[in-house]
């Protein structure tokens, strides 16, 4: 079964509107954490935002921000005010195993985000 | 930036053919980790390793075999190298996942074409 579900293999959004890309997971653990990606044309991967489980508060950086809803096991990406920069590759990712020295992450199959003038 | 290095970044072999790909990190990191990269499957773990010859599965390591002499070195072998094994690679590094948000520094990528 798969660990992470992006359920959008693109999205398009105006420039300077909101978007918000989902991301569902599927865990048994009690301690673990979500992670955003960008990874525009030029293909390297770029870190956007963190949620660990036990965070009360949704994390934020900059224009972007983490709907986190733990009871539903999703942890939606939201982008304010899109940039035509924006346009890339979007990886949901979660962090499992480290209770057991195994640290590592999962990653979703992406969306591709489109922002346009 | 994280010092991490892939080599080669682009290469083209043939059936059959024995690979091995290159990470060398200057960071000192614990854990390090082969990712490959293709359309409609996102990024999907190899393996990885959490210490000098410390290694383990991830979900497609059918094909592939790795090795970690050394905290700065950890490469990636394909040992009969198979079309179905082309695609872009990806070496990422990261400090203990407990003590720290986890985040994964990520090298350039290395694209394989095997015909």
């Known amino acids: 079964a798969q660990k992470i579900t992006q359920t959008q293999p693109g999205m398009f959004v105006q420039e300077k509107e909101a978007v918000t890309l989902d991301c569902t997971y599927d865990?048994?653990?009690?301690?673990?954490?979500l992670f955003w990606y960008k990874q525009p044309s030029s293909g390297e991967m770029i870190f956007l935002i963190y949620?660990?489980?036990?965070?009360?508060q949704n994390a934020t950086e900059g224009r972007y921000s983490l709907n986190f809803q733990k009871a539903r096991k999703s942890a939606n990406l939201v982008i304010s005010a899109s940039q035509l920069g924006d346009s890339a590759m979007y990886f949901c990712a979660m962090r499992e195993g480290w209770l057991y020295n195994t640290d590592k992450l999962i990653f979703g199959t992406g969306t591709r985000l489109q922002v346009f003038p | 930036d994280a010092g991490i290095t892939q080599s080669p970044r682009h290469k083209v072999t043939e059936t059959g053919t024995p690979v091995t790909l290159r990470c060398h990190q200057t960071e000192n990191h614990r854990y390090m980790y082969w990712y490959r990269q293709d359309p409609g499957h996102g990024l999907r773990l190899i393996h990885y390793?959490?210490?000098?010859?410390?290694?383990d599965k991830g979900e497609v390591s059918d094909g592939y075999s790795v090795s970690r002499s050394k905290t700065e070195d950890f490469l990636l072998t394909l040992e009969s190298a198979t079309s179905s094994q082309t695609s872009v690679y990806f070496c990422a590094i990261s400090e203990t996942l407990r003590e720290n948000t986890g985040e994964l520094f990520f090298g350039e990528g290395s694209r394989l074409t095997v015909l």
């Open positions: 949620q660990g489980s036990y965070d009360e």
């Open positions: 390793s959490y210490g000098v010859k410390d290694t």
């Open positions: 865990t048994s653990d009690q301690s673990y954490g």
